[in-house]
């Protein structure tokens, strides 16, 4: 059996919890003053939406007691059938759910005659199902007015309350029966009776629309200013529905209904018609001879006005404007705004911000207290067709907001294109940096340092990440779900020479706990992008799952704060794939080349055969390390994925670097696989073989373009041996289908490694390599490369410079005498001389090799010198 005095105790626990905010609000409200703290809902909002599901709740328990198995129905229906099946119903009968046959009267067709019989037999009317309903409630809410007079008749407690607190009374003025509440009302029901979320049954039926009930319960002297938890009355409940008849009987009929009552949150009712758009009811209520208030605040500073903009809603902001006139226009709430700022909040509504320019009281550029304008509004909320708008018609964009809520001696402006930048509108960014700056190359920041094309997405670097926006809470799941090794103070770090950098920030060469390290440092300030903390925060979270000799070695991250983000990671003191070959101009003989391809191709397949399969996205020679034994792993997991992931961002469009893209990456295509990864690869494999960037004549986008639509590919000359050629161009198909796996191109590889002696040293390097065999002592496992593995290496790249650089710098003077008889090898040999060695213990060639190799192809090969 129900108590029902412990379920309205619970419920006004539950609720009463929201009234206690509304107070605090009230008291505190005033040290808020920051636009962007705003509460996205007030406490009346919070209030409405659990006393609607409170209702919806009583609503389905009562449909629930009306329901009968089929079996019991007919019994039932039976035994009510005559008065001969009716005298041998046991009494103490009872359903699964608690109901008596007073309750199954009101259920399967019972009569007068029945509830009196059963009355007298010693049932008790004042019974409660299992649900918490009298046979009075069940009566009620079917608006069966002989079962309701019967069981009044019988004894039945017209006071009596079941579920939520509710009464009869409030039970058929829920469900709209006219007739019921009339004979309850009648029978003495207490027509100014509060339930659980104490509302009156006047409240509800203000609420619902019941207009002949509210002037039936007004006819029986109801109080129409009795309050609810959060001091709303029926009048706040029609206006906010918009139901223009029960204000006007509220006001007019029932003549004693405050027009400026305040609710907790110092609303009126003409804040709640003109915040849902209600403009008839907005109308009437400013037309009437009721002394309304039009611009009354809510403890937030907010007017009608400010509402009806906030929430969109034309025709109201039309009316106040007409019938109040202008002098609303200019006031600001708590957060600085007007009414104008809030109109470009809500954003959607073009007509509406034109409207409220078109009154002379309206500036465009009119700052709040804390100095934003209505083109800040527009830009944090991310309405482009709006902030395209305002420009248009004069909105300057470099005018200046400061946070109030930092101290006087500490200055925080911020304008309009940061505002944009923290919420990650980038999209806006970009406008208006075109509005900016159209023509001020030095401030791109669409490509890497360096000139290279890499491709970054809008960039948003100044934002501040302040509210629980989706970057944040992903921030505090990573703290999280980091494993404790992997978390890194700022002050553990030492951080020496920069050695790398990009559209994150800087990467250096430091210390982590007596542990030499590279450091990837995001922009040190106070601001974070979107972008960046989500490149961040997936870096992480694929970095601490991963290890794998051919994958760079992570060792921790710090995460306390945006401004102190940074990735650390093993050192890899050979430096970049790129370098060796492109700045420091080295030439790598073939079994070096094949164990630097075989480590990368082992890295992607760890990669994709992990049960949550990675994607790399950004596979080129920037992003493969070198140690200086000889091998290589594969780095910077920025642009990465989880293959799996249900992210509706996961597969973003063109990710990484250009040059060695993915045709169906580079078109736009978000349904990629890992084979994109392949295409990424064979590309490299190239480059690490010919000692070239694939098409340098082009810039990235161009030759991203010419492989994606011309479907053209790198040449392949004699200098790649053909298992090396067979195998990268299966790599870059077309059709990412017929591409390999790195399982297979591991296989193939290791295969050539083991028969590199049987290739050609004149077809395996375009520069004239030396055999492999005089080098193998550098192939030794890697276990921190020691001073042997480093002199045997640089030797090797001396040697194989040396005799090549030799070649290319008599190679004019032979020219000249080839024509006149020839010149001998050992003459050639015989002017050899070895090039000074730079502060690295390294050789630099002058030039490229391709230039240095087609030098050669100009005039027959080497040995057509003799």
Not at 351 to 356: D, S, W
Not at 468 to 490: C, D, G, I, N
Not at 640 to 660: A, C, H, I, Y
Request: contains cysteine.
């Amino acid at each position: 059996m129900c108590n029902c005095g412990s379920v309205r105790y619970r419920i006004t626990v539950l609720l009463q919890g929201v009234g206690q905010r509304c107070s605090f609000y009230r008291t505190r409200i005033t040290s808020m003053g920051n636009y962007k703290t705003r509460p996205s809902q007030t406490c009346t909002d919070e209030w409405k939406k659990k006393v609607g599901e409170s209702y919806a709740v009583i609503i389905e328990k009562l449909d629930d007691d009306l329901q009968l198995k089929d079996s019991e129905l007919v019994d039932l229906r039976l035994a009510f059938s005559s008065d001969e099946a009716f005298q041998k119903v046991n009494l103490s009968y009872r359903t699964e759910k608690g109901l008596s046959l007073l309750h199954l009267c009101c259920v399967c067709g019972g009569n007068k005659a029945h509830i009196r019989a059963l009355i007298l037999k010693g049932l008790r009317p004042s019974r409660l199902s299992r649900n918490g309903f009298t046979a009075l409630h069940l009566a009620a809410y079917k608006d069966n007015a002989e079962l309701v007079t019967a069981l009044l008749h019988g004894g039945s407690d017209v006071q009596q309350v079941g579920y939520g607190a509710l009464t009869a009374l409030h039970v058929a003025t829920l469900a709209g029966h006219h007739e019921a509440t009339d004979i309850l009302l009648q029978h003495g029901a207490n027509v100014n009776v509060q339930d659980a979320v104490f509302f009156t049954p006047l409240h509800i039926a203000s609420c619902y629309g019941h207009e002949q009930i509210a002037k039936l319960l007004l006819k029986f002297a109801a109080d129409e200013n009795v309050s609810g938890e959060v001091g709303d009355r029926p009048l706040h409940l029609a206006a906010a529905k918009g139901f223009l008849s029960i204000v006007k009987l509220l006001l007019v009929e029932g003549s004693k209904a405050k027009m400026n009552a305040k609710d907790n949150e110092d609303h009126i009712p003409l804040h709640f018609s003109a915040r849902f758009g209600h403009h008839e009811v907005v109308r009437f209520l400013l037309e009437g001879q009721f002394d309304v208030q039009p611009h009354a605040v809510n403890i937030y500073g907010d007017t009608p006005l400010h509402l009806a903009c906030y929430n969109g809603k034309f025709e109201a902001v039309k009316e106040i404007v007409q019938l109040s006139g202008t002098d609303g226009l200019s006031k600001e709430n708590i957060f600085s705004e007007t009414v104008l700022h809030s109109a470009c909040t809500y954003g959607k509504d073009l007509e509406m911000v034109k409207f409220l320019l078109s009154q002379n009281a309206m500036s465009i550029n009119h700052q709040g207290r804390d100095g934003h304008t209505a083109l800040h509004s527009a830009c944090f909320h991310g309405h482009i067709r709006l902030v395209q708008f305002l420009l248009d018609n004069g909105a300057d964009m470099n005018l200046v907001a400061c946070d109030p809520s930092r101290s006087s001696g500490e200055k925080d402006e911020q304008t309009c294109l940061m505002w944009a930048y923290e919420k990650g509108h980038d999209a806006i960014v970009t406008l208006l940096k075109h509005y900016k700056r159209p023509d001020d190359s030095p401030c791109n920041e669409y490509s890497q340092p360096g000139g290279d094309g890499s491709y970054v997405s809008v960039p948003s670097p100044l934002g501040k990440i302040k509210s629980m926006t989706k970057e944040k809470a992903e921030v505090l799941l990573l703290r999280v779900s980091l494993p404790s090794q992997f978390h890194l103070q700022l002050s553990d770090l030492e951080f020496n020479e920069i050695i790398g950098s990009g559209s994150f920030g800087q990467v250096y060469r430091g210390k982590c706990r007596n542990k030499i390290v590279a450091i990837k440092r995001y922009r040190a300030n106070t601001y974070c992008s979107k972008s960046d903390v989500d490149m961040f925060c997936r870096e992480v979270s694929i970095l601490c799952c991963l290890n794998h000799p051919c994958i760079i070695q992570f060792v921790g991250a710090c995460l306390d704060d945006p401004s102190q983000f940074a990735i650390v990671t093993q050192y890899v003191s050979g430096g970049s794939l790129f370098a060796l070959l492109h700045e420091q101009k080295r030439l790598i003989d073939l079994q070096s080349k094949l164990i630097i391809a075989i480590d990368v191709a082992k890295g992607m397949e760890y990669l994709h055969n992990l049960t949550q399969p990675i994607i790399h996205r950004d596979l080129n020679s920037h992003n493969i390390l070198l140690y200086e034994d000889g091998h290589a792993v594969v780095a910077d997991f920025g642009e990465s994925r989880f293959l799996q992931s249900v992210d509706e961002d996961n597969m973003t469009k063109q990710p990484g670097n250009l040059r060695w893209m993915a045709p169906e990456v580079f078109t736009q295509c978000t349904r990629y696989s890992v084979k994109a990864d392949m295409f990424s690869y064979a590309l490299c494999l190239w480059e690490l073989f010919t000692g070239e960037i694939p098409f340098a004549h082009l810039k990235p986008a161009a030759a991203a373009a010419d492989m994606a639509y011309h479907h053209i590919r790198p040449p392949i000359g004699y200098s790649i041996p053909k298992p090396i050629s067979a195998l990268l161009m299966r790599g870059w198909y077309a059709c990412p289908e017929d591409r390999p796996e790195f399982s297979e191109v591991v296989s193939s590889l290791e295969e050539c490694l083991s028969n590199v002696e049987l290739m050609s040293p004149a077809s395996s390097n375009s520069s004239g390599s030396l055999s492999p065999s005089s080098s193998s002592d550098c192939l030794l496992g890697r276990g921190g490369p020691g001073r042997s593995h480093v002199a045997a290496l640089r030797s090797r790249f001396e040697l194989e410079y040396a005799l090549n650089t030799r070649a290319y710098a008599f190679w004019s003077q032979s020219e000249r005498r080839r024509a006149s008889g020839g010149v001998s090898l050992e003459e050639v040999r015989r002017n050899m001389q070895l090039s000074p060695i730079d502060r690295n213990g390294y050789v630099s060639d002058p030039m490229s090799t391709m230039r240095y190799c087609s030098s050669f192809s100009s005039g027959g090969s080497f040995e057509d010198s003799n």
